[in-house]
């Protein structure tokens, strides 16, 4: 049935706005554009070692995506991108578990999910491991992308809190943006805070 409405109902490619037909998220030649990387450099990490996996610049086609993911309800599309992404974490990383980052409550009502918690799903799911979504936003902060660079860290001081034990092993925090990497590096301090052991990363774009 749901192959049925998709040949059948026109609905265009968030990436690029063609058919999708039959396709799931993304059209099949936008699919066959998404290429993970493993980067060595960001504000993540103080040495230059492979711990980040993302799909390219937040443009074009991964912008749009992310967009229409993000704000447009395309749910769909947390599919393509996450199974793109995990095709990209090496092997020798050896994860244990996917933890999403978190919105907080009143945002996730508002929007109706989170994001970030649908590509991680997505990502677990190709790795064959858990999702876990120990992570809390405790407080209700501005959003990062409406704040100046320097202000995003205040903005989210002790804004994260873990929940629940985590397994041991490595962690794949995953979001859908890396612009200043404000949010990911509170994530990181919650969780190593807690206990966790290696973390790596994986954001579509940054």
Do not use: I
């Amino acid at each position: 049935m749901l192959d049925l409405l998709r040949r059948l109902l026109p609905r265009p490619c968030p990436g690029c706005g063609e058919q999708l037909g039959r396709a799931a998220g993304l059209c099949t030649r936008c699919r066959a554009g998404l290429r993970p990387r493993t980067e060595q450099h960001s504000p993540l990490s103080p040495t230059p070692v492979p711990h980040l996996v993302t799909l390219g610049r937040y443009q074009g086609v991964l912008r749009r995506a992310v967009r229409a993911l993000k704000y447009g309800g395309a749910r769909d599309v947390a599919g393509a991108l996450g199974s793109a992404l995990a095709a990209g974490v090496p092997a020798d990383w050896q994860v244990a578990a996917v933890v999403p980052v978190p919105l907080h409550s009143s945002r996730q009502r508002q929007r109706g999910y989170n994001q970030a918690e649908l590509l991680a799903q997505a990502v677990a799911a190709e790795l064959g491991v858990p999702c876990l979504p120990v992570l809390l936003r405790t407080r209700a902060t501005a959003q990062q992308a409406k704040l100046h660079a320097s202000e995003r860290g205040a903005n989210l001081a002790g804004a994260f809190r873990v929940r629940g034990p985590l397994p041991t092993g490595t962690l794949l925090l995953v979001d859908d943006v890396l612009t200043t990497g404000h949010t990911l590096q509170a994530c990181r301090d919650a969780l190593s805070a807690a206990g966790a052991g290696d973390l790596k990363y994986a954001v579509v774009a940054r």
